[in-house]
């Protein structure tokens, strides 16, 4: 479960080598100035409440090191207890 997602304009993110964003026909047409959200599973969509408007899931190492270190993207320590990522359990 995606619960925390950072904004960008779409020209960074489209600054890492293998960017091939999925192609649907229920996705806008964005420009490079669109902000596009990317999500604590590294996925990027197009809003940051629709989630079957994904624009990038091809989620691997090297996309991983472009988030963290060419675009800073990290959890704040402070949102950090509040969320729950992907590779946790919810507690029940």
Same mark, same amino acid.
């Given at each position: 479960?995606?619960?925390?997602?950072?904004?960008?304009?779409? &020209?960074?993110?489209? /600054?890492? $080598?293998?960017? /091939?964003?999925? *192609?649907?026909? #229920?996705?806008? #047409?964005?420009? +490079?100035?669109?902000? *596009?959200?990317?999500? +604590? +599973?590294?996925?990027?969509?197009?809003? $940051?409440?629709? &989630?079957?408007? *994904?624009?990038?899931? +091809?989620?691997?190492?090297?996309?991983?090191?472009?988030?963290?270190? #060419?675009?800073?993207?990290?959890? $704040?320590?402070? *949102? &950090?207890?509040?969320? #729950?990522?992907?590779?946790?359990? $919810?507690? /029940?």
């Amino acid at each position: 479960m995606r619960s925390y997602c950072k904004a960008y304009h779409l &020209r960074d993110l489209r /600054q890492f $080598p293998d960017w /091939q964003p999925q *192609v649907r026909d #229920t996705l806008p #047409t964005l420009a +490079d100035d669109s902000i *596009v959200y990317l999500w +604590d +599973d590294f996925t990027v969509a197009a809003s $940051p409440i629709q &989630r079957d408007q *994904v624009l990038f899931a +091809d989620v691997t190492p090297q996309w991983q090191a472009f988030c963290t270190e #060419t675009l800073h993207f990290a959890i $704040p320590d402070d *949102v &950090r207890p509040l969320v #729950t990522t992907a590779s946790e359990t $919810p507690a /029940q």
